[in-house]
């Protein structure tokens, strides 16, 4: 059984930083870029960061980029994802997720892979002001 299990949320002040953890299972770690994706309150979800396990590539949203940091243990079947510089904004729960990565001319983007594992419950941030 797939399994992708987020953890290490919490309440952060604005400016502080958080180090979420995921745990993966079920399938071939190396074969699979894993993500982290994101619903705040009253909104959809939004792709975070993606880290390509093959060659180690990450990916990230406007969002977060320079503040936020995903990296993996293939050794563990681990994906990390160092958030520093929080803002409420941040503030959601956060998942772990198998995902694919599209690279075009000047652009890359990813998104969650349907159909792969369930999403958890995920690990809520709330980043006060």
């Known amino acids: 059984e797939v399994q992708l299990q987020a953890s290490g949320g919490g309440l952060v002040q604005a400016g502080g930083s958080l180090r979420l953890s995921c745990v993966a299972s079920?399938?071939?770690?190396?074969?699979?870029?894993i993500g982290w994706f994101r619903r705040a309150p009253g909104k959809g979800r939004e792709g975070v960061a993606c880290?390509?396990?093959?060659?180690?590539?990450?990916y990230y949203s406007d969002s977060v980029k320079g503040r936020f940091t995903i990296s993996s243990d293939s050794a563990k079947n681990m994906v990390y994802l160092q958030m520093n510089s929080l803002k409420p904004e941040d503030t959601a729960v956060y998942f772990c997720?198998?995902?694919?990565?599209?690279?075009?001319?000047?652009?890359?983007?990813?998104?969650?892979?349907?159909?792969?594992?369930?999403w958890g419950q995920g690990t809520l941030v709330t980043v006060s002001s």
């Open positions: 997720q198998a995902c694919r990565i599209v690279v075009v001319p000047g652009r890359s983007w990813f998104n969650p892979l349907t159909d792969f594992g369930s």
């Open positions: 079920g399938f071939t770690f190396d074969d699979y870029a």
């Open positions: 880290i390509s396990n093959n060659d180690g590539t990450a």
